[in-house]
């Protein structure tokens, strides 16, 4: 699911207030900071992570090495930091993220 301009605005948003609980340290992207990744996507739809300075990866590396592992969405990459966001299906509908839909385009009279 690719998202829209607009969702990746309301999730950014979102992510101002969460915690940051993704860590990537000097060993880079491991099957056990996949694992912890799908974990809370799963839990949250919406994680916070960061990367050490001891570690040889840029945020915006370490992201793309997560996203396709976790079927996950990059929303921001800042600094040092990165969120990323994946659609839950263990939580009812009422209880997930609920994004903003666009609105279809009107075709303008020449």
Do not use: W
């Amino acid at each position: 699911m690719e998202l829209t301009s607009k969702q990746r605005a309301q999730l950014r948003g979102m992510a101002n207030t969460i915690d940051t609980i993704l860590h990537i340290g000097k060993e880079g992207v491991t099957e056990a900071v996949i694992q912890q990744a799908n974990e809370a996507l799963e839990a949250r739809e919406l994680v916070k992570g960061r990367v050490l300075e001891n570690s040889l990866l840029t945020a915006r590396e370490a992201c793309d090495q997560l996203t396709l592992p976790t079927r996950s969405e990059p929303v921001q990459v800042i600094g040092s930091k990165f969120v990323l966001y994946r659609e839950t299906h263990s939580r009812p509908k009422d209880k997930r993220i609920a994004l903003v839909k666009d609105k279809p385009r009107r075709e303008r009279k020449a």
